[in-house]
Structure formats: structure tokens, C-alpha cells
């Protein structure tokens, strides 16, 4: 009877993620795993409601309210009625603020919650952003890019939604240090200051390896130590 919130981060290969998943909807479903596909679009809607960001995605106002609710509605009747687990999220939810991430949970309440972030080496992660920014008619320089951190949870594409720190300090509950971690030994300087053990919300900063002069998680896990495909950290709670 778990319940599965994935809020990014952005350009982690979520859209593929989310492409499977729907596509893989029915055969969950009989497993006994809820992802919710109707109406289309519900859990894009539903992270911009979170973030009260209806007019910066240029969606009608109409089509927004209360879509949270609506798909948390979808999961509590699935998880109370079957015993299953269920899985919703998009990218858009890792630039919310403290007080938006807590409400969002609040409207599963009562259930067993896992938050989950995935990421990616900060080098891939920063210009694939900003090239995201340039599809999206930014002509900002890759010099000029990413050289602010924005308060207002409806700025898109900024460190806010970007920083794997800052994005797990303004989810709520405890967490614990990724398990798992890729090969990325030029990022292994900036990876090992922390010491072992170390949760990811507490961790010590150090300076990314991109050269923008952003701080990037410590958290005692070594990027060269171990195979995989990246570092997914996990936050568990009961809502």
C-alpha cells in the first residue's frame, strides 16, 4: 500500500519514464500498481497546480484547479479499495516550495508515501537544461546560463528545480543517501567530501564539477565506487 511521488529532477530522462509507464498502464494495473492515465495530461496539471504556475505553462486557469487533488483522489481510492501501491509525479513538482511540497502530501494522508528524485551527473544535467531553455525560445548564452537562484516556484528553468540539494531540502520527511551510483570518476573530487553515512539533506557542499560555481550534494556515496546508471535518492514517510 505504498505511494510513489517522483517530482524530477528535470532532464533525468523523465519523459521517457513517464512515456513508459503510460504505455505500461494496464499491465501495472493488474500487478496491482495504479499510474494513473485519465484523463491525459492529469499529473502534468497536477504539478502545476502544486505550484501555482497555471499562467507560465500558458494553461487555462479552469483546466488547473484542483488537478492535484483529483489525481490524489485517483490513488487514495485505488491504495484504500485494492491494497495496491500507486506512482505519480512529474518533473515539474522539484520547484515547488516547502510550504507547496507539503501541501501536495498532505492530500495523501493517512497512506505510505516515498518521494523520489532521480538525477544526474551536474556537467549532462546543466547543458541539457539550458539547451531545454533554448527550445523553449531562451536565447540566453551557455555563459550566461544558470547563474541565478530563483525564490518563486514558477520560474522553470532555474537552480531551484536543478540543484539536487535544494530540491531535497524543500521536500519534507527524513531520507536517506542514494543507492545507487554510476562510474563518473572526473566527479569524484566533488562527490567525496561528505563523510560516510551522511543523509543528503545534511551533507557538506562542494562546488560542481560544470564550472558554474553551484554546490552539488555530499552525501558519503562516491560516484566511482559502484556501477549503474545513476544516484536515485528516496524519501519514505507515512503522509
Not at 524530477?8 to 519514464?17: E, M
Not at 511540497?101 to 497512506?111: F, I, N, P, Y
Request: charged share 20%; with cysteine.
Amino acid at each position: 500500500m505504498r505511494v510513489v511521488v517522483h517530482v524530477g529532477l528535470t532532464k533525468t530522462g523523465t519523459t521517457h519514464l513517464q512515456g513508459l509507464l503510460a504505455a505500461h498502464a494496464p499491465a501495472l494495473l493488474e500487478a496491482g500498481v495504479l499510474y494513473p492515465v485519465r484523463p491525459p495530461g492529469l499529473h502534468f496539471r497536477g504539478a502545476v497546480d502544486v505550484r501555482g504556475s497555471a499562467e507560465v505553462f500558458g494553461l487555462p486557469a479552469e483546466e488547473v484547479d484542483g488537478a492535484w487533488a483529483r489525481l490524489c483522489a485517483q490513488v487514495r481510492a485505488h491504495v484504500e479499495s485494492t491494497g495496491g501501491d500507486a506512482l505519480i509525479g512529474h518533473e515539474v513538482l522539484a520547484g515547488a516550495t516547502p510550504e507547496q511540497a507539503d501541501r501536495a502530501l498532505q492530500q495523501l494522508e493517512g497512506l505510505e508515501v516515498h518521494v523520489v528524485v532521480t538525477a544526474r551527473e551536474p556537467l549532462g544535467l546543466f547543458t541539457a537544461s539550458w539547451q531545454e531553455s533554448l527550445k523553449n525560445r531562451s536565447t540566453t548564452a551557455l555563459g550566461d546560463y544558470g547563474r541565478t537562484e530563483s525564490e518563486s516556484p514558477q520560474d522553470v528553468w532555474d537552480w531551484r528545480t536543478l540543484d539536487l540539494r535544494l530540491v531535497l531540502e524543500r521536500w519534507p520527511s527524513t531520507s536517506r543517501a542514494p543507492s545507487r551510483t554510476s562510474p563518473w570518476a572526473w566527479w569524484r573530487p566533488s562527490c567525496c567530501a561528505g563523510s560516510t553515512g551522511t543523509s543528503a539533506t545534511s551533507a557538506p557542499r562542494s562546488t560542481g564539477a560544470c564550472g558554474s560555481g553551484r554546490s552539488w550534494p555530499t552525501s558519503g556515496w562516491c560516484p566511482g565506487a559502484a556501477s549503474g546508471s545513476g544516484p536515485t535518492p528516496t524519501r519514505s514517510r507515512t503522509a
